[in-house]
């Protein structure tokens, strides 16, 4: 097969998305935790809007989650002008059992807030 894909130019940047990965956020006990950021592309510096938030949450069984695992489809989220962030969180299986990873995800979204002008 020789046919060749085409993709199409964007000279206005459209739709574009950045990922901030392995941004830290500490819990309760101590331990750093991460979650990436996938956001609209600035094109502009000055560009000071806030964006929606969705905070994603890997399923995976009480187990540490792969946080990359969905970035290409959240991906689009972000080109539709959402910010999206993969939460970790810790494993139940290495003794942190319930409400352990509630407790991580809730302490994600507090710092989330905290930091929206940096990734809203």
């Known amino acids: 097969m020789n046919d060749i894909i085409k993709i ?9 998305a950045e990922i901030k990965s392995d941004v830290g956020f500490p819990t ?4 750093d935790l991460k979650l990436s950021v996938i956001m609209p592309w600035r ?4 560009d000071t809007r806030r964006f929606p938030l969705i905070v994603f949450i890997q399923g995976s069984g009480f187990t540490f989650p792969n946080i990359y695992y969905e970035i290409p489809q959240l991906s689009q989220l972000a ?3 959402y910010v999206v962030a993969t939460v970790t969180h810790r494993n139940c299986m290495e003794g942190h059992p319930f409400p352990a990873y509630l407790q ?6 507090r710092f989330l807030r905290a930091n929206a002008d940096t990734y809203m």
């Not at 199409?8 to 574009?16: A, D, I, K």
């Not at 309760?28 to 331990?31: E, I, L």
């Not at 991580?104 to 979204?109: L, Y």
């Open 8 to 16: 199409p130019m964007n000279p206005t940047l459209e739709g574009l």
């Open 28 to 31: 309760a006990t101590g331990q």
């Open 43 to 46: 094109i502009d510096a000055q």
């Open 79 to 81: 080109q539709k002008g």
């Open 104 to 109: 991580d995800v809730k302490t994600a979204i």
